[in-house]
Each structure stands twice: as structure tokens, then as C-alpha cells.
């Protein structure tokens, strides 16, 4: 009894495993690793730009990609170091969004620092098998030339030296206008929002076909 018993479990174990591989075929995730740029800061959470990803997955065909949005605001490179294995092993990515540094340029972090941070985040996304994309970023020019070229110059270097693709400038067509930014001059309005997404989908969608 015992014997037959143990080959109903193992037949059913087999079936339930047959049946579930195709309910997992195809589906890949998309994990974003950002700061308050991509964490809804001081926007509805439906108008913020990750959510607007999703409903342009959707309306494209490709609601087979689910979005994973990791951000924190405040957070910085640092912080990305120490989160992110845990979330590839959690989550398993095809796909890895790195939206970090621009906490530690406005705190001032040293440059190399910074840059060392997201080497390890990219080459760490990598090796797990995700194709990367890098935001870049810019800081004020308040914070002196040698300094905001410096930290403007980490994100085209080490996309390129890494073959990873690049956003140049997260912000771009955003920063300098009045409507598209919050009071505090660095974060985007629900207005700013959708240009985000239209900055980030040209690089992006290649990589979800």
C-alpha cells in the first residue's frame, strides 16, 4: 500500500509539474533599481512612469513582461550594491534597469565611488544573465564644472565599456521647464512623467523583442 502510494504522489507530482511549465513559459520580468525618480516621489502613484511602462507594455503586446519597480527614494549607489543580489536571486530578471547615482552627486560622493558602485551593480546584473540599462544622469552646475563633468561623464564611460545600453540623460527635455518639475527642481511633475517613459522607451524596447 505504502508502495502504491508513493506512485500515485510521484504520477501527480509529475503531472502538476508537466502542467505548470507552460503557465511559466515566456514570462519575463523587467526589475527597475532606481532612486525617487522612479519611486512615484511626490506624484500619484497611477501617473508615475514605471506605471505608464506597464499600461505600454499591455497596449504593445507584451504583457508577458512584468515590472518589478525596486526604487527607494534617497536611495544611492550604496544602496544598490547591498539590494541588489538579493533581488536578482527574488526575481530572476531578463531585463535590469540601473536608475542610481544622482543622490550621491547632489550629497557630493567622489566620483570614482560612484562609478565603482555601478560597476559592481551592472557587472553583478550581468553575470546573473540580464541585459542592463544605465540612466544617466546630470547634477546643477552650482556644483562646479570639474565636479558635474565628472559625474555626468561615469554613465557614457562605463555603459561603454561595460556594452551596456545607456538613457544619456534621464531628465532631458524635463529639467528646464517649469511645468514638467516639481517645486524642489528636482523631481517631475505628473505632467514630467510620460516624458520620462518617452526617454527610456527607445532604449528599452529593442530589449523586449
Not at 37 to 42: C, I, T, V
Not at 174 to 177: C, G, L, N, V
Given at each position: ?5 508513493l ?26 533599481v ?12 497611477d501617473?508615475?512612469?514605471v ?11 507584451l ?11 534617497g536611495?544611492t ?6 539590494r541588489?543580489?538579493?533581488l ?18 547632489l ?12 560597476t ?19 547634477i ?14 561615469i ?7 561595460h ?8 531628465l532631458?527635455g524635463?529639467?528646464?521647464?517649469d ?20 526617454n527610456?522607451?527607445?532604449?528599452l ?5
Open positions: 500500500m505504502h508502495t502504491v502510494m506512485f500515485v504522489r510521484s504520477i501527480a507530482f509529475f503531472a502538476a509539474t508537466l502542467f505548470a511549465v507552460p503557465v511559466m513559459a515566456g514570462q519575463q520580468t523587467l526589475l527597475i532606481g532612486d525617487s525618480l522612479s519611486a512615484a516621489y511626490g506624484v500619484p502613484s501617473s508615475a512612469w506605471q505608464l511602462l506597464r499600461h505600454r507594455l499591455q497596449s504593445n503586446g504583457s508577458d513582461w512584468t515590472v518589478v519597480n525596486a526604487s527607494i527614494s536611495e549607489t550604496d544602496g544598490g550594491v547591498r541588489l543580489p538579493a536578482l536571486e527574488k526575481n530572476n530578471p531578463s531585463v535590469v534597469i540601473i536608475e542610481l547615482g544622482g543622490n550621491d552627486g550629497r557630493g560622493f567622489p566620483p570614482n565611488v560612484i562609478k565603482s558602485n555601478l559592481t551593480m551592472v557587472e553583478g546584473a550581468q553575470d546573473s544573465g540580464a541585459r542592463v540599462i544605465l540612466i544617466g544622469m546630470q546643477p552646475p552650482n556644483y562646479g564644472q570639474r565636479y558635474t563633468t565628472m559625474f555626468s561623464d554613465f557614457p564611460a562605463l555603459s561603454d565599456s556594452n551596456t545600453a545607456l538613457v544619456p540623460f534621464f532631458d524635463i529639467y528646464d521647464q511645468n514638467l518639475m516639481q517645486d524642489d527642481g528636482i523631481h517631475p511633475t505628473a505632467e514630467g512623467q510620460p516624458k520620462l517613459l518617452e527610456v522607451w527607445p532604449v524596447s529593442p530589449l523586449l523583442e
